[in-house]
């Protein structure tokens, strides 16, 4: 761990003994962030490589996200689902433009990932079917229903028997996703780059063959964009890089540039009548302070060409970690700004703490991978800056790890 001051550790003990232990000690007690850094209650800066898990895409403090909850914060903030709003209005308008979702397409706005891919299992029962085709790896969420597609046997097993009719099949394998799907599959839920399992990208026309053997049975298709949407990865949503069509997608991370949102996006009117009135609900979802976010970070997202800066500055941390010809880097796997270094000992955890000690803010997402998915707004110089820094952190992880 960095060496804090006796006062942070006392913050971070304060933390212990009023909060539930789900997440162990932080790390850290932060109190502010500028752009790609935050600094932590000792007055410490860390460039900030995670942006909360691919979530503060437009960085830390950014004007036009701090302009629009403002204003918005001043004249409206709820007003329940009884009601709407010209956020929610536009938000909607504006998330399904970026979707490429056809007429008859239709959104639910609710507070997360893991409440969007609770109201995609809703979707998928309104078939008539209950069975739900998942992939192993694949990290869907913590709520009841989520944990149930969720693969790791860790995450599942406190909380057994969860939903029945889940099938995880091996990721990549065409052939065992064809013979898991049947007459009885409601919905197949993938994620077109699996960001828990290590940044791991299926095969080559993959998606493409879900999307067949799914139309072939009647079943959805439902991809879960929820870490790689929202430009994370070089487009609005990663499939559109492999130009398949689902039946629907879920969405949070990125869209409220880190004040919580998150969504199901239906594609075509046939999909989107599967929930009819009464069948679903959130108090929250849609409120006018989260969709004015969503509507900054996407209008931002546009007017600064940050999509096309997640291919640059991705394609520059790629060249760039790859020059530097470290024995213990493997490979730089992901797309746009969702990457992992694949390291060849399981030094991840010791590394990320090394890296802290440098400043600059990873994630050991497995024992030989460290996860990179900073804001949209990152410069190259410093990616730069922590690639100059890389070398030094492998060496003396691997000594501590020795």
Same mark, same amino acid.
Request: with cysteine; hydrophobic share 45%; net charge negative.
């Given at each position: 761990?960095?060496d804090?001051?006796a006062?942070?550790?006392?913050?971070? %003990?304060?933390?212990?003994?009023?909060?539930?232990?789900?997440?162990?000690?932080p790390?850290?007690?932060?109190?502010?962030?500028?752009?790609?850094y935050?600094?932590?209650?000792?007055?410490?800066r860390?460039?900030?490589?995670?942006?909360?898990i691919?979530?503060?895409?437009?960085?830390?403090?950014h004007?036009e996200?701090?302009?629009?909850?403002s204003?918005?914060?001043?004249e409206?903030?709820h007003?329940?689902?009884?009601?709407?709003t010209?956020?929610?209005?536009?938000?909607?308008?504006?998330?399904?433009?970026?979707?490429?979702a056809?007429?008859?397409?239709?959104?639910?706005?609710?507070?997360?990932?893991s409440?969007a891919?609770?109201?995609?299992?809703?979707?998928?029962?309104?078939?008539?079917?209950?069975?739900?085709?998942?992939?192993?790896?694949a990290?869907?969420?913590?709520?009841?229903?989520?944990v149930?597609?969720?693969?790791?046997?860790?995450?599942?097993? #406190?909380? %057994?028997?969860?939903?029945?009719?889940?099938?995880?099949?091996?990721?990549?394998?065409?052939?065992?996703?064809?013979?898991?799907?049947?007459p009885?599959?409601a919905?197949?839920?993938?994620?077109?780059?699996?960001?828990?399992a290590?940044?791991?990208?299926?095969?080559?026309g993959?998606?493409? &063959?879900?999307?067949?053997i799914?139309?072939?049975?009647?079943?959805?298709?439902v991809?879960?964009?929820?870490?790689?949407?929202?430009?994370?990865t070089?487009?609005?949503?990663?499939h /559109?890089?492999?130009?398949?069509?689902?039946?629907?997608?879920?969405?949070?991370?990125?869209?409220?540039?880190?004040?919580?949102?998150?969504?199901l996006?239906?594609?075509?009117?046939?999909?989107?009548?599967?929930?009819?009135?009464?069948?679903?609900?959130?108090?929250?979802g849609?409120?006018?302070?989260?969709? @004015?976010a969503?509507?900054?970070?996407?209008?931002?997202? $546009?007017?600064e060409?940050?999509?096309?800066?997640?291919?640059?500055?991705? $394609?520059?941390?790629?060249?760039?970690v790859?020059?530097?010809?470290?024995p213990?880097?493997? /490979?730089?796997r992901? &797309?746009?700004?969702?990457?992992?270094?694949?390291?060849a000992? #399981?030094i991840? #955890?010791?590394a990320?703490?090394?890296?802290?000690?440098?400043?600059?803010?990873v994630?050991?997402?497995?024992?030989d991978?460290l996860?990179?998915?900073?804001?949209?707004t990152?410069?190259?110089d410093?990616?730069s800056?922590?690639?100059?820094?890389?070398l &030094?952190i492998?060496? %003396? &992880?691997?000594? %501590? @790890?020795a």
């Amino acid at each position: 761990m960095t060496d804090v001051s006796a006062a942070h550790q006392a913050l971070l %003990e304060r933390y212990r003994a009023s909060h539930i232990g789900v997440f162990g000690l932080p790390g850290l007690v932060l109190t502010r962030g500028e752009g790609a850094y935050v600094w932590d209650v000792d007055g410490t800066r860390y460039l900030d490589l995670l942006g909360g898990i691919a979530v503060n895409a437009l960085g830390h403090g950014h004007p036009e996200l701090v302009a629009a909850i403002s204003k918005q914060a001043g004249e409206l903030v709820h007003v329940s689902n009884f009601f709407t709003t010209p956020a929610q209005i536009e938000a909607a308008e504006a998330l399904l433009r970026v979707a490429r979702a056809p007429h008859g397409s239709g959104v639910f706005f609710c507070n997360s990932g893991s409440e969007a891919v609770e109201t995609a299992i809703k979707l998928s029962r309104r078939t008539g079917r209950t069975g739900i085709v998942a992939v192993g790896g694949a990290f869907h969420g913590r709520t009841t229903g989520a944990v149930s597609l969720t693969h790791k046997e860790a995450y599942r097993a #406190p909380f %057994e028997p969860l939903l029945p009719g889940v099938t995880h099949v091996a990721p990549g394998d065409v052939d065992a996703l064809r013979a898991a799907v049947g007459p009885d599959t409601a919905m197949v839920l993938l994620e077109p780059i699996q960001g828990e399992a290590g940044v791991v990208t299926p095969p080559a026309g993959y998606l493409a &063959a879900a999307r067949e053997i799914t139309r072939e049975a009647g079943a959805l298709l439902v991809l879960d964009e929820i870490q790689t949407g929202i430009g994370r990865t070089g487009a609005w949503f990663a499939h /559109q890089l492999e130009g398949v069509v689902p039946d629907a997608i879920t969405v949070a991370k990125g869209l409220g540039g880190g004040v919580p949102i998150g969504g199901l996006v239906t594609f075509g009117a046939e999909v989107t009548g599967l929930l009819t009135a009464g069948q679903h609900g959130s108090t929250f979802g849609g409120n006018p302070l989260a969709c @004015s976010a969503a509507l900054a970070v996407i209008a931002t997202i $546009e007017e600064e060409g940050l999509i096309e800066h997640a291919v640059a500055a991705g $394609e520059h941390l790629v060249a760039a970690v790859e020059a530097l010809q470290h024995p213990l880097v493997t /490979q730089v796997r992901g &797309a746009g700004l969702l990457r992992a270094i694949g390291l060849a000992r #399981p030094i991840a #955890p010791a590394a990320a703490l090394v890296a802290r000690r440098h400043g600059v803010i990873v994630n050991p997402v497995a024992p030989d991978a460290l996860r990179l998915a900073p804001p949209l707004t990152i410069t190259t110089d410093q990616l730069s800056s922590f690639v100059d820094a890389l070398l &030094a952190i492998l060496d %003396e &992880a691997a000594k %501590e @790890s020795a």
